[in-house]
Each structure stands twice: as C-alpha cells, then as structure tokens.
C-alpha cells in the first residue's frame, strides 16, 4: 500500500507530498529507533533522523517503486546518514554507547521482567555491531526480511540466515547471562 | 523464532527499542509539515554551494550560451556581409583577370617611375654601376628626404558592384552619373548593356576627388542593394618626392647648360651644349608628366562601378537574400557550432572523466568506509 502511495509521487507533486507525509507519520519511530540502536546517542540520533528524513524529501522524486519498497529506501537513506555520522566522528558506535536506563525497562512490570531485559540488553551489546544492525532493523524498525535485504543490500535468504545466527547468539548470550 | 522462548525474547528486543522524545517528535512533525525546511550547520554555506544536480541546469545553459555566442562571433567573422568593405592589397584583383587592364595601371605606373629614376640618377650622377642605382633606391628613406614629407600622398582605389533587375539598369546608370558629378568626379569609361537576367547590366570607370571618395562611395552605395564593395590604398608618397626631387635636379640642371650656352665661345661648344640642353629639357617634361600623374593619382582616385542583373556570382554573400542563402547560412552557422563544440567537447570531456573518475573514486571509498564502520 505505502509503495502505491509513494508510487503516486511521480505523478502529482501534491500526491506526493502526501504520500511522503503518510510514510514519515509510520515510519518515524521506527527510524529513530533503529538510528538510536546504531549511534548509542539520544541527541545524534535525532539529529540523524531529521537529516535523513530531510534528505529523503528531497529525493522523493527520484524515488523508483521498481527498485523495492519506500520504507526499505528510507532506511536506506537512514542507514547512510548514520553510518556518516560515525565516520564522521570517527569512533565506532560502541565508544559512546549511553549505560542502559533501568527505569525505562518498566518497573511496574515485575523486578523479573526488568532483570531479563537488562539481560537482554547486555547480551545485545556482545552482538557484533552488524548482527546489532540486523535486530535493530528486525525488532526496534519492524521491517520484514525482504525489506532487510534491500536496506542491506544482501539477497533475502542470506538476510534470514544472518538474522538467525544473531538471534541464536542473543539467546545463547542471555542464557549464559541468567 | 517460532517456540515461546523466541517469541519472549522478540517481546524484550521491541521493548527495548529506543523512541524518541516527545518534544523532538513534535519538532520533527512540524518540519515534515513545513515541507522539511533546509537546516545546515553552515546555513551561509548551503545557500551558497546548492547539490551538484542543481548546478547542473545553471551551468549546462551556460555552457549553452557560450557555445552559442562564440558560434555567432565566429559565424560574423568568417561570413561577411556582401556590402561589407575589404581592403585588398591589390586593387581590382578580381577584375584584372577579367577585361578591365587599366585595373593594374597603379602598379605599372610605380614601376616605371621607380625605373624612369634608377636611368635618371645614374646618368645624372655620371654614374652607370648598379651601385648608384641601389642608392638612389634608397634615398627616399634617408634622413635627407624625410623632411619633406610634408603631406602624405595616398593612391585610393575602389571597385563597386551593385545588383539591380535588368529594368533597372538605365535608371541606375543615370543616377551613377548624378551622383559622380555631384562628388565633381569624373567618368571616364562608361557601357550599358540590355537583356536578359545575367546579360544586362552596366560599367563605369570613374575619377572622383579623393577627400570625396567616402561620400561618393555611399552615393553610389543607395542607388541599388551592393553586392560587394572592395577598397585599396597604395602610399605613393616616395615615388612622388624622388620625383619632385629630380624635377629639381633636372630644372638646376637646364639653368647650368643654359649658363654653359651664354658662355660658349665656339660654334660646336654652343652646339654640343644646346643637344645636351634638349635632352635634359625632355627629361624635365618627362617628369613633370610623371609628378603630374602621381598627383593626379593622389588626388583623384579611380572606381570601378559594375551594375550586374541576375544571380549573384559572389559565393560570400550579397544579392537577394533567399532559401537557398537561408540554408547555407544554417548550415555554416550549424557546422561552426558544432565546431565549437566540438573543441569545447575536447576541453571539457577530459576534465568531466577527471570528474567522473574522482565522483566514483568517492562514492567507492565512502561505500567501504561505511561498511568498515560496522566491522
């Protein structure tokens, strides 16, 4: 539906506009959130998610359906701004990583709930930064593997195969930390 | 991920997804509703320099324009109009070949005043070696001479052709004669032929005053459309000094025999002194024929008026302006722009695959450094 939507920028400026507005309304956390998991800093990740949606609206026109899905192209253009800014700065995400915020894993939920996420979260900080990279873009953006792939810019069977090497070393790594 | 214990671990991934604050989201909303207004850290910096697929536009009709206007200037220089006025060194070049003799007179006439000289100098000198000859050659350059320059004298010579339609021919002949007697010039030598398109037309040999030449030139100019117009100058100033100089010589001279004569004692000395005293006043009327005509050169100048009927021959322009004349303009104007650009091609392509070349480079090394990132 959303490749329609933007499919419709190529033929009325207006339409567009309202396309690229339905796709920034569904997409805007899921940038963030997976830009967040990437840089490990609050204020670059919103600098970057701004960025990205502005260098997105620019080339909205140049946007081709054919080539893969509006999202999978959105996270594409998120991916190099993020990757950009670590270059830029010049230090690999994990230099800057900000210590894990314990009441944001919900208190209310039971000491049990919290104690496994801050498991999970360490064992999220072993992953080496690609696997990091493919549950960001899986669990924090929601994209389905194909859209992976295309972000990635590897075939969709090997996204999968990837996927699950990390989820079993995530699990192995929260195992081996209870 | 399909047992329970995925599907919990997926549950904890998604809870530990960042988000964002609220106040940055709002933010973000009212840009995305601003249409994403540019914001740069060197706000000064983008306003200057916009994205390379912007410049491409501006800097493509530049090079448009500059293609265009180096066409039009080469196509002006190399064209001509057929009224245009061209000095040639040698005047009536083209007609000498034709059936005008007289066209070649100036030259002649030099000539043979510089030879009229050379036999001059050297039987007045009582010298015969070509020596002498090679010095009087040079005596009008020598510091003895040029101060009596005083007044240039300039031969000016002009041909003319005019086109007209063969009813016009008579009408046009009549106003070249009004328009050489209102300059006080002279016809020397005038033919008018009737006919056909090609056949008919007319031919004037004119004298007209040389401080008058330009007004007479555009005179004639009006009478019909010209379909060329050609204009020589030849300085004649040495040959008129050296001229004037012997004239002097020769007058000193005829004084001396004449002295020579009043003091001769004897029957045969009288004689001898009197053939020599003819001779030199025959060499004196000589020269003052040839100073006479290179005044008359100077002062007036000589034009050839042609009024020609039917197409004209001038391949350079000139005549009715027609499709055919039409066509071979925008094929000149075609070939020396894409002459142009052709030469702008070979200085531009080689700094554009420079171009190229460093663009890929970039884009590679900026691929490779954005995975190194996540090694």
């Given at each position: 539906?959303?490749?329609?939507?933007?499919?419709?920028?190529?033929?009325?400026?207006?339409?567009?506009?309202?396309?690229?507005?339905?796709?920034?309304?569904?997409?805007?956390?899921?940038?963030?959130?997976?830009?967040?998991?990437?840089?490990?800093?609050?204020?670059?990740?919103?600098?970057?998610?701004?960025?990205?949606?502005?260098?997105?609206?620019?080339?909205?026109?140049?946007?081709?359906?054919?080539?893969?899905?509006?999202?999978?192209?959105?996270?594409?253009?998120?991916?190099?701004?993020?990757?950009?800014?670590?270059?830029?700065?010049?230090?690999?995400?994990?230099?800057?990583?900000?210590?894990a915020d314990l009441d944001s894993f919900g208190a209310e939920e039971g000491a049990e709930h919290s104690e496994r996420r801050l498991a999970v979260s360490a064992a999220l900080e072993r992953l080496a930064p690609g696997e990091r990279e493919l549950?960001?873009?899986?669990?924090?953006?929601?994209?389905?593997?194909?859209?992976?792939a295309r972000v990635l810019g590897i075939s969709e069977s090997n996204t999968g195969t990837k996927l699950h090497r990390a989820m079993t070393k995530l699990r192995e790594a929260c195992d081996g930390h209870a | 991920m399909d047992t329970p214990r995925d599907e919990k671990l997926a549950a904890d991934l998604r809870a530990l997804r960042p988000t964002p604050r609220p106040e940055?989201?709002?933010?973000?909303?009212?840009?995305?509703?601003?249409?994403?207004?540019?914001?740069?850290?060197?706000?000064?910096?983008?306003?200057?320099?916009?994205?390379?697929?912007?410049?491409?536009?501006?800097?493509?009709?530049?090079?448009?324009?500059?293609?265009?206007?180096?066409?039009?200037?080469?196509?002006?220089?190399?064209?001509?109009?057929?009224?245009?006025?061209?000095v040639p060194r040698s005047l009536f070049q083209a007609d000498k070949s034709t059936s005008a003799p007289e066209a070649a007179k100036p030259s002649t006439q030099y000539n043979g005043a510089t030879e009229e000289i050379e036999r001059s100098a050297a039987s007045a000198g009582g010298a015969s070696s070509a020596g002498a000859a090679a010095e009087v050659e040079v005596k009008p350059f020598s510091q003895e001479i040029r101060p009596r320059l005083d007044r240039r004298a300039v031969e000016r010579n002009a041909e003319l052709v005019l086109g007209a339609a063969p009813a016009d021919v008579a009408d046009d002949a009549s106003k070249v004669f009004e328009a050489v007697h209102a300059h006080d010039g002279i016809v020397m030598r005038s033919s008018t032929r009737e006919g056909e398109p090609g056949v008919a037309g007319a031919r004037f040999e004119l004298l007209i005053p040389s401080a008058k030449l330009s007004d007479a030139l555009a005179a004639l100019s009006a009478i019909d459309e010209v379909?060329?117009?050609?204009?020589?100058?030849?300085?004649?100033?040495?040959?008129?000094?050296?001229?004037?100089?012997?004239?002097?010589?020769?007058?000193?001279?005829?004084?001396?025999?004449?002295?020579?004569?009043?003091?001769?004692?004897?029957?045969?000395?009288?004689?001898?002194?009197?053939?020599?005293?003819?001779?030199?006043?025959?060499?004196?009327?000589?020269?003052?024929?040839?100073?006479?005509?290179?005044?008359?050169?100077?002062?007036?100048?000589?034009?050839?008026?042609?009024?020609?009927?039917?197409?004209?021959?001038?391949?350079?322009?000139?005549?009715?302006?027609?499709?055919?004349?039409?066509?071979?303009?925008?094929?000149?104007?075609?070939?020396?722009?894409?002459?142009?650009?052709?030469?702008?091609?070979?200085?531009?392509?080689?700094?554009?695959?420079?171009?190229?070349l460093a663009w890929l480079t970039h884009r590679a090394w900026v691929r490779r450094e954005r995975r190194r990132v996540l090694s």
């Open positions: 539906m959303e490749q329609a939507l933007v499919a419709e920028a190529k033929d009325a400026p207006r339409a567009g506009d309202l396309a690229f507005d339905r796709l920034y309304r569904s997409s805007r956390d899921d940038v963030y959130a997976y830009v967040g998991s990437l840089l490990r800093n609050d204020a670059a990740a919103e600098e970057v998610t701004a960025a990205a949606f502005e260098r997105a609206y620019r080339k909205r026109n140049r946007f081709d359906p054919e080539r893969g899905e509006p999202r999978a192209w959105l996270f594409g253009i998120a991916r190099n701004a993020a990757l950009d800014e670590l270059r830029r700065r010049g230090r690999q995400a994990e230099l800057t990583a900000e210590p549950i960001a873009l899986k669990f924090f953006a929601g994209l389905e593997n194909r859209e992976i | 940055f989201a709002a933010e973000l909303d009212e840009r995305a509703a601003a249409g994403f207004p540019r914001r740069s850290r060197w706000p000064q910096l983008a306003w200057q320099m916009p994205s390379p697929r912007r410049m491409l536009i501006p800097a493509g009709g530049i090079a448009v324009v500059a293609i265009a206007l180096v066409t039009t200037v080469v196509a002006i220089n190399e064209g001509g109009g057929g009224s245009s006025s061209e379909r060329s117009r050609h204009e020589a100058t030849d300085d004649i100033t040495a040959p008129t000094v050296q001229t004037g100089e012997l004239l002097q010589d020769s007058k000193a001279r005829i004084d001396s025999l004449l002295a020579q004569l009043e003091a001769a004692e004897s029957e045969s000395e009288r004689e001898t002194v009197e053939e020599e005293l003819a001779a030199e006043r025959r060499h004196r009327a000589r020269l003052r024929a040839q100073l006479q005509n290179l005044e008359r050169r100077a002062d007036y100048s000589r034009v050839l008026v042609r009024i020609e009927t039917g197409a004209s021959h001038d391949s350079s322009g000139g005549g009715a302006w027609g499709i055919d004349d039409a066509l071979g303009d925008a094929g000149h104007i075609l070939a020396v722009a894409a002459a142009v650009a052709l030469v702008a091609l070979a200085v531009l392509g080689p700094i554009a695959l420079v171009a190229l």
